[in-house]
């Protein structure tokens, strides 16, 4: 077990960042971690940034972690990463949602959206791990968009056993332990399909 494990969850009002968040620490408690969390709500009902640290350890006194600090950042749509970038130490493993949610300033023409290339450019200064997976076409393809976050959390599970991250302790059955404690029992089979489709989404690219 590492000393501590800091994570960053990013994204937009209303994908589910808040609940992922809540996922992790309960992951990182199941796999024998103290873990901690604080969450920054931005204008989230407006489809504004939300982000949220989560630490794993074996001791943790506190859920805040500095800049370039994060070991690995889960990010719901890729504006939202690049925002949190220098919130990475170098080498981080980073898991993107390859979901662009243009902000008002982008929608009323003041600003650009940056593209793909700029966004890989960016992180590639920053670590070679950045691993991007398209959540809503696999969440699609299950029927149902709402668990994209589901599909997410699978693949960032597999990332973190691929990237040696974590050990045995987080098997997969933890994580869906966690999940299907917290979602209704008739969503169980869809959300255990999505977390497994998560995970072969980096697993075939390994």
Known sequence: MRETINFL???????GTILA???????????GYQAKQAEVHGMSQRGGSVTSFVRWGKTVHSPLVGAGEVDVLLSFEKLEALRV???LRTGAVALINNQAIEPLTVISGDAAYPSDEQIKTAFAAVTPR???????AIAKSLGNLRVANVVLLGALSALLERDQVAGPELAAEVWLKVITERVPAKHVELNRQAFQAGREAVTQKA
Do not use: H, P, T
């Open 9 to 15: 969850l990013a994204g937009v009002g209303g994908q």
């Open 21 to 31: 968040s809540d996922v992790l620490v309960n992951v990182g408690l199941a796999a």
């Open 85 to 87: 970038l220098s919130q």
């Open 130 to 136: 950045a691993e991007f997976v398209d959540g809503e």
